[in-house]
């Protein structure tokens, strides 16, 4: 955690007086703001500061940590479901959010990505999916288009990007939304998932405006003013099938894809723990 920051959290305030870094016009800036209008309806209705937690990794994204003035730990590259596990496991009663890059949460910490899901952790995951590492100047991550050209790849991406969305849902998470990187949209999904008890992932896009700024226009779509089911998994697939993260004319679903509780690892935990046995 940043001194700056330690010092301004005694002050009562949701917001921090760091100065963000971000470029001019980053659409980080309307993630922030989501979770902050989010966050500040919570505290008006009698929630404290530190009835939340807050995880972040390495990345632009990442710098979220500086300005939300809320407890929690910025950690190594790709360490953000891990390190949120453990806040949770400890202090069950917090309200866990973990928010990393593609490169964060695909790359580097990719397998904790998937564990996360697999064990049905109960924490909030929010990954800004702006298709680069920006933060090192714009290399391409696991979903980044094959053909897209950098400094480190002047004859153009190879490979194919992995789908986010299908290895949330084939790994067993039991909540899984996108949203675009619009302040009102990324209130508004945490608002529908902050009951949801178990792993919450929520992808946002987010054109990086330097490095990756694609063509969104008139492409997005709302599922559940489609009259998409939410709890059938294989309806879930299909929808995460429609936007492979390489076209550049195909639709692209936003809201919820999948929504189903379970029993979440620390129930499954605490059961074997005190009782011996898990309840499945
Ligand atoms: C283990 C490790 N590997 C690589 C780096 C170098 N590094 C710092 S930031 C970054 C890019 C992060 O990209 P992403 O997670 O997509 O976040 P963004 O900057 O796009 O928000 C990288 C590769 C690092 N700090 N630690």
New binding site residues.
């Given amino acids: 955690m940043s001194s700056d920051k330690t010092k301004i959290n005694k002050n009562k305030s949701l917001r921090t007086t760091i100065l963000p870094t971000w470029c001019p016009g980053c659409f980080?800036f309307q993630i922030l703001s989501g979770v902050q209008n989010f966050l500040e309806n919570e505290i008006k209705k009698g929630k404290k500061l530190d009835d939340f937690a807050i995880v972040s990794?390495?990345?632009?994204?990442?710098?979220i940590f500086d300005y939300l003035n809320l407890p929690g730990a910025n950690t190594?590259?790709?360490r953000v479901p891990p390190t949120c596990t453990g806040i949770k496991l400890a202090k069950p009663k917090l309200k866990v959010f973990g928010f990393?890059?593609?490169?964060?949460?695909?790359?580097?910490g990719i397998e904790h990505t998937i564990h996360a899901a697999r064990f049905n952790t109960d924490f909030t995951y929010i990954v800004?999916?702006?298709?680069?590492?920006?933060?090192?100047l714009g290399?391409p991550?696991p979903v980044t288009e094959k053909g897209y050209i950098d400094k480190s790849n002047p004859s153009g991406n190879f490979l194919l990007p992995l789908n986010p969305l299908k290895l949330m849902l084939s790994s067993g998470a039991s909540f899984v939304a996108r949203v675009f990187a619009n302040s009102e949209q990324v209130r508004d999904i945490l608002e529908k998932s902050k009951n949801h008890k178990g792993f919450v992932f929520i992808e946002i896009i987010?054109p990086?405006l330097i490095?990756h700024h694609n063509t969104y226009e008139n492409r997005f779509y709302n599922l559940q003013e489609s009259g998409h089911n939410k709890e059938d998994l294989s309806q879930a697939f299909c929808k995460s099938e429609e936007f492979d993260y390489v076209s550049v004319e195909s639709k692209i679903p936003l809201g919820i894809f999948y929504q189903k509780e379970r029993e979440t690892f620390q129930e499954l935990k605490l059961d074997r723990r005190y009782n011996g046995k898990s309840k499945n």
């Fill in positions: 980080n990794g390495i990345g632009c994204n990442s710098k190594l590259h790709g990393s890059g593609d490169g964060d949460a695909y790359a580097e800004h999916n702006n298709q680069v590492f920006a933060l090192t290399q991550t987010q990086c490095f």
